[in-house]
């Protein structure tokens, strides 16, 4: 994609607006409940929202993996392999999030320096949830085997036009033992989370979704990296390891 595209200059504005964010929120970041995070809304510009909207898969199109384990997550994620698997316009929202701008901007929100990107988009990509959907509570795995190195950070892009409270779906944020969720994100279009990944940080949608038939729960999903180890208190299991789920007792299973 060319640099005088419509989507390279809303990208362009958005990298400005998300500087001047990080610059102002670097302490709510820090100081966030139950662990550092921030929710940012309309920073993408309307225009660039739509574009990525007119390319998002059609739910029967063959970019997608699927995931039907009815005890840790039913949805859908795109099985991208390379760039030119990606529409355009997409593509380019991609490429800015994984730029080197964006992650000096990430870098001054979070405090966490040195971040790395994924050029192999490992994890990360589009993602649906459809009615009766979930994603149980969990810990993130700890580390990239392509690259040698430990994740850090989320981000999601949440793109739902309309969405209503009522159809759930929320993103929630439990404390460190299980006992209680903390916040509930709902899933609202040009909403973006960013916040810190360790084996403490539990998160999912856990409740069946109750939207109609015909929408989804969409998502744009990306990872960040450092090759610096995780501080003490953020490690459970200290070999790399994948997701830590709730209801498959890996969770207790780290403590022991």
């Not at 999601?156 to 299980?178: A, H, T, V």
């Not at 403490?200 to 744009?220: D, I």
């Amino acid at each position: 994609m060319s640099s005088n595209t419509p989507a390279f200059e809303l990208c362009q504005s958005f990298l400005g607006n998300f500087e001047g964010y990080a610059e102002k929120n670097c302490e709510a970041f820090r100081v966030a409940s139950p662990f550092p995070h921030v929710v940012a809304d309309n920073l993408f510009d309307e225009r660039l929202i739509d574009l990525i909207l007119r390319e998002y898969p059609q739910r029967d199109a063959a970019i997608w993996q699927r995931y039907d384990d009815r005890d840790i997550q039913v949805k859908v994620r795109t099985n991208w392999k390379c760039d030119a698997d990606i529409p355009a316009n997409v593509r380019e929202v991609v490429r800015t999030l994984n730029s080197g701008r964006f992650l000096l901007a990430l870098s001054k929100l979070t405090g966490i320096r040195n971040l790395i990107s994924d050029p192999y988009l490992t994890g990360g990509g589009l993602s649906s949830v459809y009615r009766g959907g979930i994603l149980d509570l969990h810990c993130d795995g700890n580390w990239h085997d392509a690259m040698a190195v430990h994740r850090r950070l989320n981000a999601i892009l949440y793109l739902n036009p309309g969405w209503r409270e009522s159809w759930g779906g929320q993103l929630e944020f439990w404390d460190r033992k299980l006992e209680r969720c903390v916040k509930r994100i709902t899933p609202l279009c040009n909403r973006l989370v960013v916040f810190v990944t360790n084996d403490f940080t539990f998160h999912g949608h856990p409740q069946p979704l109750n939207c109609p038939e015909e929408e989804s729960r969409r998502s744009l999903i990306l990872y960040y990296y450092t090759s610096r180890p995780r501080e003490a208190d953020e490690i459970a299991v200290g070999d790399p390891h994948r997701a830590l789920w709730r209801n498959r007792g890996q969770v207790a299973a780290s403590r022991k």
